[in-house]
């Protein structure tokens, strides 16, 4: 039976956007490679850290939820726990509670961008309208 887990890891503030895509997606390719069912990623950027860890204040946050068995979380925590460029982990086995907020986060997060792209539209038009006048 497949688990629905969501992780959540820090990479060093130091790396460029290249390093960052290429760390992310050697670890979507474990859980590919152990038939895993990615169902979200996403990309928080650079944020200030609670606390430094390993001197650092800043870290690039990414996201991935997943639908997996047990053990794949294991060869995932091993494959972050080897990597340099990682600063702090933490994946948790999500129930149908915390499912169905994701879900609605996402929904919200997404009707979001769909609103601000529609106002960056009005007003490329307008602009363009006043152009034409």
């Known amino acids: 039976m497949l688990n629905h ?4 890891f820090i990479m060093t503030p130091v790396l460029s956007e290249k390093q ?4 992310a997606d050697k670890f979507k390719k474990i859980l590919k490679e152990k038939k895993s069912k990615i169902i979200y990623t996403d990309s928080w950027g650079l944020r200030k850290l609670a606390y430094p ?3 650092k204040a800043t870290g690039f946050y990414y996201l991935i939820e997943f639908e997996a068995k047990g ?6 925590e091993s494959g972050l726990k080897r990597e340099e460029k990682i600063l702090r982990f933490l994946t948790v086995k999500m129930d149908k509670h915390s499912i169905a907020f994701a879900e609605k986060t996402r929904k919200e997060k997404n009707n979001q961008s769909n609103t601000d792209k529609e106002k960056d539209d009005k007003k490329v038009n307008k ?7």
């Open 53 to 55: 860890i390993k001197k």
């Open 20 to 23: 960052i895509k290429e760390t």
């Open 71 to 76: 053990d794949t979380v294991s060869e995932l």
């Open 127 to 133: 602009k363009v309208s006043k152009t034409i006048k």
């Open 5 to 8: 887990y969501e992780t959540l």
